[in-house]
C-alpha cells in the first residue's frame, strides 16, 4: 500500500476511530472503573458488586429480568417465524415487499410514541375494554395494563421486528427445490418444517434471538410505563442508582453486572445452539 494510499485511509478510519474510542470505549472504561470505587474514598473495592448479592431486591429483580427477556425471545420466535417463512416462501414477491414495509411502521414511530398507543389500547377506556363492554361481555374494565401482561405485550411488539428481520434473510437463500423433493419423496409440512427449514434457519433465528434478548433486558420505557410499579426491570434498578441516588458508583457495577451475565447467557445460547458468532453475524 502507497503512502497515498495509508493517508487516505487513515482519513477516512479517523472519524471511526473518534467514535469508537470517544463515545463508547473511554467512558465505558470510566464507567468500570468507578464500578470499583466508593465515594470519598481512594482506592479499588468489590463493594459495589457484592452489594448486589447482599440485597435480595437487586438479584431477584435482575433473576426476574432475565427470565421475562428469555421469555419474549422466545414468543418472539414464535410470532416471527411462520410470519418470515410466509413472507419468503408463500407470499409473491408482489406483495411481499410492501407486507414488509408495514413491518416497519413501528421503528419510525419510536417505542415512547408506541408504548403511549398501546396504552390506549388497553386502558380502562381503552379500545379493548370499551368494545367488549359496548358488546355486554364484560361488565367492568379489564386489567389489561400497568401489569406484567402489558410489560410483555409492549417488548414483545417493540422487538418482534428484529427476529423477523434475520429469519427472512436466511429463508430467502433457501432453495424451494429442497422442500419441493422432500415433499416429492413423502414428507409431510410438519417434517419439512422441523428437518429443512428450521436447520437451514437456524442462524437467522440465533441472530435474531441474541438481538431480541439484548434489547428486552436493557429496555426502560416498556416496563417503566407499561409494567407500572409492580412490575420491577433491572434497568430501572440502574436508573435509580444514577439519577434517584446518585449513587454513580453502585450504577457502574448494576450496569456492567448486566452486560456480563447478558453476554454469558448470549455465550451458552451460541454454544447450546452450535453456532458460531461470525456465522450468525454475517
Do not use: C
Not at 435482575?62 to 428469555?70: E, G, K, Q
Not at 419468503?88 to 417505542?111: C, D, H, M, N, Q
Not at 427476529?163 to 409431510?188: F, K, N, Q, R, W
Amino acid at each position: 500500500m502507497s503512502r497515498g494510499h495509508r493517508m487516505t485511509f487513515w482519513l477516512l478510519m479517523l472519524p471511526v476511530l473518534l467514535w469508537l474510542v470517544g463515545l463508547i470505549l473511554w467512558p465505558h472504561i470510566e464507567l468500570l472503573i468507578n464500578s470499583f470505587r466508593l465515594d470519598g474514598q481512594t482506592g479499588f473495592t468489590l463493594e459495589n458488586y457484592t452489594e448486589f448479592f447482599r440485597n435480595e431486591i437487586y438479584w431477584g429483580t435482575f433473576l426476574r429480568t432475565v427470565a421475562y427477556a428469555i421469555g419474549v425471545t422466545v414468543l418472539a420466535f414464535v410470532v416471527a417465524f411462520p410470519v418470515a417463512f410466509y413472507l419468503t416462501k408463500v407470499v409473491s414477491r408482489k406483495y411481499a415487499g410492501f407486507l414488509t414495509l408495514l413491518l416497519l411502521i413501528p421503528l419510525w414511530v419510536g417505542e415512547l410514541v408506541t408504548i403511549y398507543g398501546w396504552m390506549i389500547i388497553l386502558g380502562d377506556h381503552g379500545i379493548i375494554n370499551h368494545f367488549l363492554m359496548s358488546i355486554g361481555l364484560i361488565d367492568k374494565p379489564l386489567p389489561l395494563l400497568y401489569n406484567d401482561f402489558s410489560m410483555i405485550l409492549g417488548l414483545l411488539y417493540m422487538s418482534v421486528l428484529f427476529m423477523i428481520v434475520p429469519i427472512m434473510s436466511t429463508l430467502e437463500s433457501l432453495d424451494d427445490s429442497l422442500i419441493e423433493a422432500a415433499s416429492d419423496l413423502g414428507a409431510g409440512k410438519w417434517t419439512i418444517m422441523r428437518r429443512i427449514v428450521i436447520p437451514y434457519s437456524m442462524p437467522g433465528i440465533v441472530s435474531g434471538s441474541i438481538m431480541v434478548f439484548m434489547l428486552v433486558i436493557g429496555d426502560y420505557l416498556a416496563p417503566n410505563i407499561l409494567g407500572g410499579k409492580s412490575s420491577l426491570w433491572f434497568t430501572e434498578q440502574i436508573y435509580n442508582q444514577f439519577l434517584s441516588t446518585f449513587n454513580w458508583n453502585e450504577g457502574a457495577a448494576f450496569g456492567f453486572l448486566l452486560l456480563a451475565i447478558s453476554s454469558a447467557i448470549v455465550w451458552i445460547a451460541l454454544k447450546l445452539s452450535g453456532q458460531k458468532l461470525e456465522r450468525v453475524g454475517s
